[in-house]
T-cell receptor
């Protein structure tokens, strides 16, 4: 069965430090991977996606994610965190066996401290 | 460009009352449409999705229903609300294409529902 795991419920990072939000997945076919961000009381905003090609994907707001097929991971990264990056982050995966629906992780709360 | 609207933004309803939440998409045609519920500010639960007018698929049996009376309009309804229906309801859309796996899902601003 398809699944997505975000092993950290919360990540705390000091402003200016690099940040990583982890995501691992399990699919039967080729994975199509997505990251979204949600600010309080707002809808989800698309950050980036991996479809094929370069394993390093660049997205909005300076975020990037690295696809690692052997480790079945798609971790979200940013070289220097901003306080305004504090939000809830969701990883999602889609494959043909999921009837084209997105399978969502539980979310990781990112807190950036000044 | 495409935009997605949801209303109302917030709603407080008594238990047993009816519900109607509306979602509309502009700037595209024949989108795939989705209703999600987010409880306690965390995980997303897919409730319904639609690939066309009058075509609704339900993911979770419950006292909610969905309808798609027009191409870019998606409505979430209930005849009698339960306390457990409280949550943040999100509408989303994707482009219909031959590469469905690659399409990004775009979300509306959400409706906060509190059932008392």
């Amino acid at each position: 069965a398809q699944s997505v795991a975000q092993p950290e419920d919360q990540v705390n990072v000091a402003e200016g430090n690099p940040l990583t939000v982890k995501c691992t997945y399990s699919v039967s076919g080729n994975p199509y991977l997505f990251w979204y961000v949600q600010y309080p009381n707002r809808g989800l905003q698309f950050l980036l996606k991996y479809i094929t090609g370069d394993n390093l994907v660049k997205g909005s707001y300076g975020f990037e994610a690295e696809f690692n097929k052997s480790q079945t991971s798609f971790h979200l990264k940013k070289p220097s965190a901003l306080v305004s990056d504090s939000a809830l982050y969701f990883c999602a995966v889609r494959d043909a066996d999921s009837n084209y629906q997105l399978i969502w992780g539980a979310g990781t709360k990112l807190i950036i401290k000044p | 460009s495409q935009t997605i609207h949801q209303w109302p933004a917030t709603l407080v309803q008594p238990v047993g009352s009816p519900l109607s939440l509306e979602c509309t998409v502009e700037g595209t045609s024949n989108p795939n449409l989705y209703w999600y519920r987010q409880a306690a500010g965390r995980g997303l639960q897919l409730l319904f999705y639609s690939v066309g007018i009058g075509q609704i698929s339900s993911e979770v049996p419950q006292n909610l229903s969905a309808s798609r009376p027009q191409d870019r309009q998606f409505i979430l309804s209930s005849k009698k609300l339960l306390l457990s229906d409280s949550g943040f309801y999100l509408c989303a859309w994707t482009r219909t294409s031959g590469r469905a796996l690659r399409e990004t899902q775009y979300f509306g601003p959400g409706t906060r529902l509190l059932v008392l």
